[in-house]
């Protein structure tokens, strides 16, 4: 079975692009995350949707991140202008909202680098 | 705010040494998970405690959810290179108020052959 898929994997951009980040959740999951890793602060939620539907968008840093959830297997992560502090891996986890373990399955992850 | 605290956060030892990794919290957790990330992949789920004091085993790894679901534990046998590699837990509050996941700090593990 296929996992969580993310594109790109690498992506370099410039300061001031718009970026955007891709993920495919495991089939049947009605759950999506966005986190975002750097040494600094380690692993962060950004945002998560159940069932399509944005939860909770607090760890948003501002208002040059935006998520979407268009349908059940496909979600973006859109940073529009980009700064070379957006620097990160950024990953995309899904799992199965009500069920009691609420167990996470993650991607790969997308490497940004914004010079 | 919720926080899973990690210790210890960098750990270097040779092939075959026992260790033990701590994640605490103030927090009752409904369950809790622990996740070991290689360089460039993504966390990959290892187990899944849900009662308090349960204590489970894979292969080499023990990890055992404290008593009052606040704290947990992984403890590794004879360590091998393969183990490397940051370690997260992983706290749900469950009750369905939300299903997102408050993340420890991490401890990285390197395991010298």
């Known amino acids: 079975d296929a996992g969580v898929i993310q594109s790109p994997r690498h992506e370099v951009t410039e300061m001031g692009q718009e970026v955007t980040l891709r993920c495919k959740p495991i089939?049947?999951?009605?759950?999506l995350f966005w986190y975002r890793q750097t040494m600094m602060r380690g692993l962060e939620l950004l945002i998560y949707?159940?069932?399509?539907?944005?939860?909770?968008d607090s760890g948003m840093p501002e208002d040059r991140f935006s998520a979407k959830m268009p349908n059940a297997s496909f979600s973006t992560l859109k940073i529009q202008p980009s700064e070379p502090r957006d620097s990160a891996v950024y990953f995309c986890?899904?799992?199965?909202?009500?069920?009691?373990?609420?167990?996470?399955?993650f991607g790969p992850g997308t490497r940004l680098t914004v010079t | 705010t919720q926080l899973l605290e990690q210790s210890p956060q960098f750990l270097s030892i040779q092939e075959g040494e026992n260790l033990t990794v701590y994640c605490n919290s103030s927090s009752v957790f409904s369950s809790l998970q622990w996740y070991r990330q290689e360089p460039g992949e993504g966390p990959v789920l290892l187990v899944t405690?849900?009662?308090?004091?349960e204590v489970k085993k894979l292969k080499r790894l023990t990890f055992q959810f404290g008593d009052a679901r606040k704290d947990s534990s992984l403890h590794i046998t004879a360590a091998q290179t393969g183990d490397t590699g940051l370690y997260l837990c992983a706290g749900a509050q469950g009750g369905g108020a939300t299903n997102k996941l408050i993340f420890g700090t991490g401890t990285l593990l390197a395991v010298q052959p």
């Open positions: 405690v849900v009662t308090g004091g």
């Open positions: 949707f159940n069932n399509n539907v944005p939860i909770d």
């Open positions: 986890a899904s799992s199965l909202f009500g069920t009691a373990l609420y167990e996470q399955y």
């Open positions: 089939s049947g999951h009605n759950s």
